[in-house]
């Protein structure tokens, strides 16, 4: 539901694999629908640092890229790139942010110029690796994924409780 002065009224939620966004003549996503029935927050795990991770848009504004270079990630071509949060940058939620800083001086868990290393794969956009480099927030919050495969199905085995009962799906 959605509300406001007015009432409520039911919103259909749409994956976003459901929706066609705008290319630019090289193929690369140039405007993504924009919509409030479009779920971009699953898979929520924890917090909103996975959903930044799997969504690209995390990277998309506020941020200053340096240093950008053709890598390999775990045998898949990928992106990585010196990164600092701008004070435009917004992520999905501040407390579990994709970067360290904000560009901001001020009190806070991150100086303002931190910087991190993240690692996009080439094929999905999505984040797989983020390491946060100086000052005293060096190190928390890293990810280091492995994309095994991609639009393929997966053994059942992947996603059901391991030996401690822990399930493998946020789900």
């Known amino acids: 539901m959605r509300y406001s002065d007015g009432g409520g009224e039911r919103v259909s939620r749409v994956w976003p694999t459901d929706v066609e966004p705008l290319y630019s003549a090289d193929g690369l996503v140039l405007?993504?629908?924009?919509?409030?029935?479009?779920d971009y927050d699953e898979p929520f795990h924890d917090d909103y640092f996975w959903v930044a991770l799997l969504d690209p848009a995390e990277l998309a504004a506020g941020v200053e890229?340096?240093?950008?270079?053709?890598?390999?990630?775990?045998?898949?071509?990928?992106?990585?790139?010196t990164v600092r949060p701008t004070g435009e940058y917004e992520p999905r939620c501040s407390c579990c942010s994709l970067l360290c800083g904000d560009g901001e001086p001020g009190p806070g868990p991150w100086p303002p110029t931190a910087e991190s290393v993240v690692r996009l794969d080439v094929q999905t956009g999505v984040c797989v690796s983020v390491r946060h480099v100086g000052g005293a927030g060096a190190g928390p919050q890293r990810a280091d994924m492995r994309i095994a495969a991609v639009d393929a199905p997966m053994a059942d085995e992947l996603f059901r409780a391991d030996h401690n009962g822990a399930a493998g799906s946020c789900r």
């Open 31 to 38: 405007e993504r629908p924009d919509g409030v029935g479009i």
């Open 65 to 81: 890229i340096r240093e950008v270079n053709a890598v390999e990630h775990y045998g898949r071509p990928a992106w990585e790139a």
